[in-house]
């Protein structure tokens, strides 16, 4: 895979790694429910900004000329994603904060990409190589470690809510995945609205006051880059990955996220902390330098994206083409077999058969 490939998921974990330990500084002053409210808010409202002037062509983005409208048959995918990962999610992770480290906060998100992995293998079928389910034992090992309190014989309150978290961020990475094709900034932008406004009215009903008006300032610019941004690059890589790639990538922001939470906070790593950075590091490693080639059949199938002419993408065109690449318009592919490096992206989202995995390294 190359970094021009990877680039909108590592970006994705950068943003949304920096969010974790800053929003660990805000939990002190607000309600966990009204907090996780304002974060999305932000990124709703911050996204919402960017739409009208690339609407009105004050922004250049790789999106623009995309329709703004979403096909009915793709609202329950959207509105399940909203609920799992724009409402449970951010309430679990605020109240999982309140009892936790930032820095084994920030780790025990690497799980998000584990649950998200084993949602899109079980249930959607996305074809796992060992190298990458080796990259997700040690990434579950890791969390297993950072999760134990040392003398106990129990997992803590904190990482279980965090776990839960990741667990709700995982059903909606996959939902999300089946309106991917869509403008990636509209889904995001709906997404932070929606669950913005649902959770800060079900914050504010709870009793819960507003505070200063700095720290909702400081909430909302949080959410805009951790959550509108994050996402927004997110569902990019979700074209080009796949669901269980993007995740697998999307694993490094914890690791963002400790290095500024040691900046931030005044917070001591533990002695289990150092050997469990360590085997999700190694898991990260693994997923980064997974390769996956094999003979495939593309079937024949309609859609829109922003595409170049290049072995995927040999159609004519039936209006006036003035050259420019890349552009979007619906077009049409036909039945084609052969062998590339490729994920499951758009365009390769197949089965594979009794030990594929094996063949798939070698070729």
């Not at 003398?151 to 089946?178: K, Q």
């Not at 720290?215 to 805009?224: D, E, K, Q, R, T």
Request: aromatic share 6%.
């Amino acid at each position: 895979m190359s970094i021009r490939s990877a680039s909108p998921a590592l970006a994705a974990a950068l943003l949304f790694g920096a969010s974790t330990p800053l929003a660990k500084t805000l939990v002190e002053g607000v309600t966990p429910l009204l907090l996780a409210g304002l974060l999305y808010l932000g990124s709703g409202l911050g996204l919402g900004i960017l739409l009208t002037l690339r609407r009105i062509g004050r922004l250049e983005s790789p999106e623009a000329g995309r329709s703004w409208r979403i096909p009915r048959t793709d609202l329950p995918w959207l509105a399940g994603a909203i609920v799992a990962g724009g409402v449970l999610g951010p309430a679990l992770l605020m109240l999982g904060l309140t009892q936790t480290s930032g820095a084994s906060a920030s780790l025990l998100l690497n799980i998000e990409g584990v649950f998200t992995a084993i949602i899109a293998w079980c249930v959607f079928k996305e074809n796992a190589d060992r190298q990458i389910v080796l990259g997700m034992i040690a990434i579950v090992l890791g969390g297993i470690l950072l999760s134990w309190e040392p003398g106990g014989a129990a997992l803590s309150s904190g990482a279980l809510l965090i776990a839960g978290a990741c667990l709700c961020w995982a059903v909606d990475n996959n939902l999300t995945r089946r309106v991917a094709t869509h403008d990636a900034m509209l889904i995001a932008g709906l997404k932070g609205l929606a669950a913005g406004a649902v959770t800060t009215s079900l914050a504010l009903l709870g009793g819960a006051e507003f505070p200063p008006f700095a720290m909702v300032g400081a909430s909302l610019v949080v959410g805009f880059l951790g959550y509108g941004l994050s996402l927004t690059l997110f569902v990019l890589a979700l074209r080009t990955l796949g669901t269980a790639r993007t995740g697998a990538y999307f694993s490094v922001a914890p690791l963002f996220g400790v290095a500024l939470s040691f900046i931030l906070l005044p917070e001591n790593p533990g002695p289990l902390f150092w050997p469990a950075a360590a085997l999700m590091a190694l898991g990260v490693w693994l997923h980064l330098r997974e390769r996956h080639a094999h003979e495939h059949t593309h079937e024949p199938m309609e859609h829109s994206h922003r595409h170049v002419h290049d072995e995927h993408h040999q159609h004519a065109h039936s209006f006036a083409w003035d050259g420019v690449e890349p552009h979007a318009h619906p077009h049409r592919h036909e039945a084609l077999t052969h062998t590339h490096l490729h994920y499951p992206d758009i365009h390769h989202r197949h089965r594979h058969g009794p030990g594929h995995g094996i063949r798939a390294r070698k070729a």
